[in-house]
Nanobody, 120 residues
Framework: QVHLVESGGGLVQPGGSLSVSCAASGSIFSINSMGWYRQAPGKEREFVAR???????NYADSVQGRFTISRDNAKNMMYLQMNSLKPEDTAVYYC??????????????WGQGTQVTVSS
């Protein structure tokens, strides 16, 4: 079994910064891609950012230049630094990982989500 646990969400004023983290644990042989998605009330879950095992990254246009994704492969951790936050960034942020398990199969896992609220 594999678990992804997000932390670090909260309330921040527009223009402020916040960082969220994702910790992966369990029957992990290696982690392929990791990413962040978000879902605002009444909307579909949408892609935010992704990082490959080699460290390449890509971002949604809406967060390009404001958000930075990173990972620590040794610790099975992923981070999202969010700057210049806007009210429209308000959402539940979910961690996603494509994991090569000890059973030698690739499986997609999701965290439970962490709330980020941008409001004055």
């Amino acid at each position: 079994q594999v678990h992804l646990v997000e932390s670090g969400g909260g309330l921040v004023q527009p223009g402020g910064s916040l960082s969220v983290s994702c910790a992966a644990s369990g029957s992990i042989f290696s982690i392929n891609s990791m990413g962040w998605y978000r879902q605002a009330p009444g909307k579909e879950r949408e892609f935010v950012a992704r990082t490959s095992s080699g460290g390449s990254t890509n971002y949604a246009d809406s967060v390009q230049g404001r958000f930075t994704i990173s990972r620590d492969n040794a610790k099975n951790m992923m981070y999202l630094q969010m700057n210049s936050l806007k009210p429209e960034d308000t959402a539940v942020y979910y961690c996603h990982a494509n994991i090569w398990t000890v059973a030698r199969v690739f499986v997609d896992y999701w965290g439970q989500g962490t709330q980020v609220t941008v409001s004055s």
